[in-house]
């Protein structure tokens, strides 16, 4: 690899995105990784009082423009791998840099989502989870580019990560890495603050956790909120890889 490659995945929260970052940070070409970069940005345009607000706030930088500069920078060599959250571009931000970059869409079934997002922040709302605002970016990207962008869904890669990454691999036009396949467990230098409080069970994983066969049951207000999702949700499944 002769250039620099931005690479941009598109999430919601608890998407598996974290795992998949340690993927691609394990890789032997990366150059850098960013750990939602436009966190700090968002919470002080919103003001909303995540967990850690103001540790955020404090280690990032909140000037939305500057964030995108990083995003886009063509120095060194090598992947720079982006962890984003959709719902992070707020509409008053612009959004041309990102045709710049190579966009990836990471979903997930939206009552594991939900579930998992109310745990660790039971007053969330339904913008909170970002589903809308995927598909949304998603079509912007695929109305400006003339092309369609990658779509990966988490479950593929908790049944067969090695398939799956291959496959985003071949789709990214980047080489295969097996490297990508497991990592070592523990916090990352590119870690956001917020990890402590989001990631402890990424923290304490080592590779992609196989689906489980347990079926899993789901009080109301999470199906109400499944229910709110799904059309979003099924809109980016018929383009994933």
Not at 8 to 18: H, I, Q
Not at 169 to 190: A, N, T, V
Request: aromatic share 14%.
């Amino acid at each position: 690899m002769t250039d620099r490659v931005n690479i941009a995945m598109w999430s919601g929260p608890r998407n598996l995105s974290t795992a998949l970052m340690r993927s691609f940070g394990n890789r032997k070409d990366v150059l850098e990784v960013y750990d939602e970069p436009f966190y700090a940005a968002y919470l002080k345009t919103t003001n909303k009082q995540h967990p850690m607000f103001q540790e955020v706030l404090d280690s990032q930088e909140q000037n939305y423009n500057l964030v995108v500069k990083n995003c886009i920078s063509q120095e060194g060599t090598g992947i720079c791998y982006q962890k984003h959250m959709v719902h992070h571009l707020l509409p008053s931000f612009d959004l041309d840099w990102v045709l710049l970059s190579k966009n990836c869409f990471l979903i997930r079934k939206p009552e594991d989502v939900i579930s998992s997002f109310l745990n660790k922040w039971p007053i969330a709302t339904f913008e909170d989870f970002g589903f809308k605002e995927q598909l949304n970016l998603y079509n912007f990207i695929k109305k400006k580019s003339e092309k369609e962008p990658i779509v990966v869904d988490a479950n593929d890669l908790r049944k067969d990560p090695k398939k799956t990454l291959k496959k985003l691999c071949e789709s990214l036009r980047i080489k295969w890495d097996s490297s990508m396949l497991s990592w070592s467990p523990g916090l990352k230098s590119y870690d956001g603050v917020w990890a402590k409080h989001w990631y402890p069970s990424v923290m304490s994983s080592d590779s992609f956790k196989p689906l489980s066969n347990t079926k899993k049951t789901y009080n109301q207000n999470i199906m109400n909120y499944a229910h709110m999702a799904q059309d979003y949700y099924e809109e980016l499944y018929q383009y994933k890889i």
